[in-house]
């Protein structure tokens, strides 16, 4: 069965499929074009996000890397509801539960 996050024997670059979250301005897009198979931009937002894939463009050219060779993921918060009341109370519990884990780091 084909499935993009079935680890496969090898990936293109030899060796086991390698995820990095690369957040980092230079360091991370650096490695992960490098070494990953996978870059996750985390929770950062839409623009972040762009901003971190045009870096990676950059060092994938730079590293005479096929930029469409690294499978790209962002990971975002979605919250859904029928009515206004609902969405406001989703979205109070998702910047509450955010609030608390930025607190702790």
Known sequence: MDHPRRPG?????????????????????????????????????????????????????RQSRAPGSLIRSAAKVVCIAKHGATLRRRAQAIADIHEALAGQA
């Not at 070494?35 to 972040?48: K, T």
């Open 9 to 61: 024997p090898r990936h293109e670059h030899g060796g086991v499929p390698i995820i990095i979250g690369a957040c980092g301005k230079r360091r991370a897009p650096e490695l992960a074009v490098r070494h990953a198979s996978d870059v996750d931009a985390g929770f950062q937002s839409p623009e972040a996000t762009g901003t971190l894939f045009a870096r990676i463009d950059k060092e994938c050219v």
